[in-house]
C-alpha cells in the first residue's frame, strides 16, 4: 500500500500548489454555445464521441430505460462501502456490476462481483467465446487462450424473470456498443490518417497525390464533426477556413509536444489510486516515467510472460469486447453537500474528476444516460407516476460529498478526485462556425439550460486535459438517452467528471476490464496451484507438503492470502445483498472457502515443519522467514478488515448490506488448524528465527 499512499500524498501537494497559483481565478471551460466550441472539440478531445438518442432504436431505449427501473426498483443497485484515503465512505451513488458470468471489477478497494448478462445460452456461450478470445490474444504477446469455469446455473435459475430479461436488455445495449464504436475509431483512426497526410502535403509534401489526400481530409474531417441532434454531421466549409485549420493543426502539433514533454514528468505519478494487493491494476505511466514498476505477482500456468505483472494487452482492430457494465443512479435531490467544481467553475459535481482504472489499455468506455424524475419528484406527483423511478430507500446521499465519497463515475467509479488542474488560460476566439455549426450549438445550448418547459438543468459531463493548465476545459450536456464514447487515448491523457442536473439519472457504462486476475477462472486456477503442493495419502489422509522449496510455500501463501482478502473478505464484505437478488456466485464462493480451508491446514503443515528440530537448520530458517511473512501479512489484513466490518459507518446499513466478518471463527474451533488471532504464533516463529 505504500505505493498508492505516495502517489495520493503527491497529488495533494500538486492539487495544493496549482490551487494556490489558480488563487481566485478560473480556468475558461466551453460550452456548445461557445464559440470554439466545435474548434476545442476537434483539436483537444478528438477521443469523445456523442451519439444523440436518436442513433440508438426505440425498441433498445425502451427495454434499456425499463431494466434500468426494474433492477433499482428490485434492490440491485446499492450504494458502496469504498476506501478513501485511509477511511471508509459511503458513495452517494448507488451502483450494480453486470457482465460476462465470473468477472468482477475493482475501484477503492472494493471488488464488485457481476451479475451475469442472462443473454439466450447460445447467444451467450459465443459472446463469452468472443470476449475470451480477444483476452486471450495476449497477456503481453503469449496467446493464452483461458476458459472461465462457470457453475452448472450460470444460465438458469439464479435470478427471477424480471430481473433476468432487465440483465438481457442491458446484454443487448452492449452488444450494440460492441459494433458501434468499432465504427467510431475507425473513423477516429481515419481521420487522424488524413491530418497526418495533409500535415504532409502543407509542409512541403511532393504534388502528387495533392487531390487525392485533399478530397480524403475533407471526409475524415466532416466524419469528425460533433453530430446534432438531427444526426446530420457539422463540416467546415472553404478553402480559407481550410487552410486556417492547416496552420491551426501544426500550431496544435507543436502545443501537444509540449504537452506531452510536461506529462512525461507529471502522469507518472497520476495514475488512479493504486488499489492493493491481489488485483490487476492499470497505472498511467509512460514509458520514460522513472517511477519504479509494481512488484512481481506469481503468476498461474502457463508461465508468466516477461514483464512483472501480467494484464490484459491493448486492444486490436475488430468489435470491441465489453465485458461489464458498471451501472449508476444518482438523484441530486438526495445527494447532500455536493462540492462546486473547483477548477473550472463548471457547476455542482456529482463525481469528482478522476481517470477510469482496471480498464485494458487504450481500450473505450461508452456511456448510456438516461434522465428520470426525481425522488422528490416522485413524491410530489401522482402514484401513477412513480413507476419509472422505482423505489431505493438507500440511493441518497450519505451526508458525504459525492465528489470525495464515492470517488468515482457514475462514467467510471474509480479514482475520485484526482484530478489537478492549473493556471487560466486563454481559450482564444475560436470559431464562428457556419450557420449550421451556430444553430446546433445554440440547440446544444438550449438542451443544457433549458430542457423543457421546467427550465430544468441537464446532466453534463466535463473534461479537461489532465495536468494541464492551457486547454480549456469542455462541458458536454446529455439529453435521456444520448451516449458518448471515450475512445483511443482519452481516458489515460484526460480526466472527467460528471456535473449534476436537475433530474435523477441513470447511467449505463460499459468497460473493457481487465481480466488477468478478476476473474473467477482466474483465482480457481491459483487456488489448484496452491493445492497442487498438498498431498493426501489416500489410505491413511495424513496430509503433507510436496515441495519445501522457500519459493513454492511464499508462492502459496501469497495466493493463500489473495483467496481470503481479494475474494472471500471482499465477497462478504458487501453483506448477503447478491444472494438477495442473484445466486450464480454462492456456489462458486462456498468452493472457494473450502479450498482457503485446505491452504490453512497447509499453513499448519509447515508450521510443524518449521518447528521440528529434526529439519535442517539451514532449511528450517529460510522455510520459518517465509512463514513469519505471510503470517505477519495475513495478520495485519485481518485486523484491518475486522476493523471495517465494525466501523460505525458500517453500523449504519441494514442487516442485508452490512459487512459480514468471514471468514471468522473462535479459538476453540475445532474444524479450524490455525487460530483466527496469529499473534502468538507469529511470536513462537520469531523467537524461532532469534535462537537460529
Not at 137 to 152: M, Q
Not at 345 to 352: F, L
Not at 622 to 643: C, G, K, S, V
Request: hydrophobic fraction near 30%.
Amino acid at each position: 500500500m505504500k505505493r498508492s499512499d505516495d502517489s495520493e500524498r503527491e497529488k495533494r501537494r500538486k492539487r495544493r500548489r496549482l490551487l494556490q497559483e489558480l488563487g481566485d481565478q478560473r480556468i475558461p471551460f466551453l460550452s456548445p454555445s461557445d464559440p470554439g466550441f466545435q474548434q476545442l472539440w476537434e483539436s483537444s478531445y478528438t477521443g469523445l464521441a456523442l451519439r444523440p438518442s436518436g442513433a440508438l432504436p426505440d425498441s433498445l431505449h425502451e427495454r434499456v430505460q425499463q431494466a434500468l427501473c426494474t433492477l433499482r426498483r428490485r434492490g440491485c443497485l446499492l450504494r458502496d462501502l469504498v476506501r478513501v484515503r485511509e477511511r471508509d465512505v459511503l458513495t452517494a451513488v448507488s451502483r450494480a456490476l453486470l457482465g460476462q458470468p465470473g468477472h468482477t471489477y475493482r475501484y477503492l478497494d472494493t471488488r464488485l462481483f457481476a451479475i451475469p448478462w442472462h443473454a439466450d445460452d447460445q447467444t451467450q456461450a459465443q459472446a463469452q467465446t468472443q470476449a475470451e478470445a480477444e483476452a486471450a490474444t495476449a497477456e503481453n504477446g503469449n496467446k493464452i487462450k483461458t476458459k472461465t469455469a462457470l457453475p452448472s446455473t450460470a444460465a438458469e435459475g439464479c435470478c427471477d424473470p424480471d430481473v433476468r430479461a432487465a440483465c438481457r436488455a442491458l446484454w443487448e445495449l452492449n452488444r450494440f456498443f460492441c459494433q458501434d464504436v468499432e465504427k467510431e475509431q475507425e473513423a477516429l483512426r481515419h481521420r487522424k490518417d488524413c491530418r497526418k497526410d495533409k500535415s504532409h502535403v502543407t509542409r512541403g509534401g511532393p504534388d502528387k497525390g495533392t487531390d487525392e489526400q485533399g478530397e480524403g481530409t475533407s471526409e475524415g474531417t466532416s466524419e469528425g464533426m460533433c453530430v446534432t441532434r438531427e444526426g446530420t454531421t457539422e463540416g467546415r466549409e472553404g478553402e480559407e477556413e481550410e487552410e486556417q485549420l492547416e496552420e491551426d493543426e501544426e500550431e496544435e502539433e507543436d502545443k501537444e509536444t509540449e504537452i506531452e514533454m510536461k506529462e512525461d514528468e507529471l502522469t507518472k505519478e497520476e495514475g488512479e489510486l493504486d488499489t492493493g494487493q491481489g488485483c490487476s491494476h492499470t497505472t498511467n505511466i509512460t514509458p520514460s516515467s522513472s517511477s519504479s514498476p509494481p512488484p512481481p505477482t506469481p503468476t498461474p500456468p502457463p508461465p508468466p510472460p516477461p514483464p512483472p505483472q501480467a494484464q490484459c494487452a491493448p486492444l486490436q482492430a475488430g468489435p470491441v469486447p465489453f465485458n461489464i457494465t458498471l451501472l449508476n443512479y444518482m438523484d441530486p435531490s438526495s445527494m447532500s453537500q455536493l462540492k462546486e467544481e473547483p477548477y473550472y467553475g463548471m457547476g455542482k459535481m456529482a463525481v469528482g474528476w478522476h481517470h477510469d482504472e482496471n480498464l485494458v489499455p487504450l481500450s473505450p468506455v461508452a456511456v448510456y444516460n438516461f434522465s428520470c424524475p426525481s425522488e422528490k419528484a416522485v413524491q410530489e406527483s401522482e402514484p401513477a407516476g412513480a413507476g419509472d423511478a422505482g423505489k431505493d430507500t438507500h440511493s441518497g446521499g450519505s451526508g458525504e460529498s459525492s465528489a470525495e465519497a464515492p470517488g468515482t463515475s457514475s462514467e467510471a467509479g474509480d479514482a475520485g478526485d484526482a484530478g489537478d488542474s492549473g493556471d487560466p488560460s486563454d481559450p482564444g476566439e475560436g470559431d464562428s462556425g457556419t450557420a449550421a455549426e451556430r444553430e446546433a450549438k445554440a440547440q446544444a445550448s438550449r438542451a443544457e439550460v433549458d430542457s423543457g418547459e421546467d427550465k430544468q438543468v441537464s446532466w453534463r459531463v466535463g473534461l479537461k486535459v489532465a495536468w494541464d493548465i492551457h486547454t480549456p476545459g469542455l462541458a458536454l450536456p446529455l439529453q435521456s438517452g444520448d451516449c458518448y464514447y471515450m475512445t483511443d487515448d482519452l481516458n489515460r491523457t484526460h480526466q472527467h467528471c460528471v456535473l449534476a442536473g436537475d433530474t435523477a439519472r441513470f447511467s449505463s457504462t460499459h468497460r473493457v476490464a481487465q481480466c488477468s486476475t478478476g476473474t473467477l477462472d482466474y483465482i480457481q486456477r491459483r487456488c489448484a496451484e496452491a493445492l497442487h503442493n498438498l498431498k493426501v495419502d489416500p489410505d491413511t489422509g495424513t496430509r503433507t507438503l510436496h515441495s519445501l522449496l522457500p519459493s513454492t510455500l511464499e508462492h502459496c501463501e501469497e495466493i493463500h492470502n489473495e483467496v481470503e482478502f481479494e475474494w472471500l473478505r471482499q465477497y462478504w464484505f458487501q453483506g448477503r445483498r447478491y444472494a438477495r437478488f442473484c445466486s450464480w456466485w454462492s456456489q462458486p464462493m462456498e468452493q472457494l472457502e473450502k479450498d482457503w480451508r485446505q491452504m490453512e491446514a497447509m499453513t499448519h503443515l509447515l508450521l510443524g515443519v518449521v518447528e521440528d528440530e529434526s529439519t535442517a537448520q539451514e532449511q528450517r530458517g529460510e522455510m520459518a522467514d517465509t512463514l513469519l511473512n505471510a503470517l505477519t501479512d495475513r495478520q495485519q489484513h485481518r485486523q484491518t478488515w475486522r476493523d471495517r466490518c465494525q466501523s460505525s459507518l458500517a453500523q449504519t446499513l441494514p442487516p442485508e448490506e452490512a459487512p459480514v466478518d468471514r471468514p471468522y471463527w473462535g479459538p476453540d474451533d475445532p474444524d479450524m488448524p490455525l487460530p483466527f488471532d496469529l499473534a502468538d504464533i507469529i511470536s513462537r516463529v520469531e523467537s524461532l528465527l532469534w535462537r537460529m
